[in-house]
């Protein structure tokens, strides 16, 4: 049985990770990491999954980080989330580097926890927005942490990412079959009482429910 550290933030992708590994039989534990995100109501649907599935679940605070990642709408309290839509758009969104440091603390647990796999979400398509989504960059990644904990994790430690052909409908589709409560997801930017509707990942995520044919139950703030 596979000892596997996921990265789950609570979004679509994550928690049909979560719930992937699980019914493969993986001992999961699960992260969530606060790098200071306006949208970090994010963290309680993570917990939810972990508690769906009975795995333990932690989330690392590193919201002092996000004072050092200005200039876009994630962890800029003066940089508005736009509407979906336009160059604008998929540029302020990002978080330049964001993967690096999130799955460096995750294979820093993980190694701790002499665990065999560091898994993360990522889908097909991230990777046209987020370089550090790319398979290049899992590849390179992989080999940075071969020789940063060589000696101090199991020499099989690697990041997995089983979505990253898959495009987000599929991964809807994956999560149908799994018995996911999409209810208990959440994908948008703007962190409000309810999901805005309009922001990038709201739009990706009505769009992609469309896709895969699966009834969305999310309420949306805005049409």
Request: a negative charge; charged letters at 20%.
């Amino acid at each position: 049985m596979d000892r596997t550290v996921a990265v789950v933030s609570g979004g679509i992708d994550s928690v049909v990770l979560a719930h992937h590994l699980h019914a493969e039989g993986h001992q999961l534990s699960l992260l969530s990491i606060d790098y200071g995100q306006r949208h970090r109501k994010e963290h309680e649907f993570a917990r939810r999954t972990a508690r769906r599935l009975n795995t333990p679940h932690e989330v690392a605070d590193l919201r002092a980080i996000g004072t050092l990642l200005p200039g876009n709408a994630l962890t800029d309290s003066e940089v508005g989330v736009p509407d979906h839509g336009g160059e604008v758009s998929g540029v302020v969104n990002v978080v330049p580097n964001r993967n690096v440091i999130l799955l460096s603390v995750a294979f820093a647990k993980a190694a701790a926890e002499k665990a065999d796999n560091v898994a993360i979400g990522t889908v097909a398509g991230d990777a046209d927005t987020g370089p550090d989504c790319s398979p290049a960059f899992l590849s390179a990644f992989n080999a940075m942490e071969r020789v940063a904990c060589a000696g101090f994790a199991p020499e099989n430690l690697t990041v997995v990412a089983p979505f990253i052909e898959m495009p987000k409908h599929e991964v809807i589709r994956l999560g149908e079959a799994l018995g996911v409560p999409w209810q208990e997801t959440w994908s948008c930017f703007r962190g409000g009482v309810e999901q805005c509707g309009v922001c990038a990942t709201c739009y990706d995520r009505r769009t992609s429910f469309e896709k895969a044919e699966v009834h969305d139950p999310t309420i949306y703030a805005r049409d």
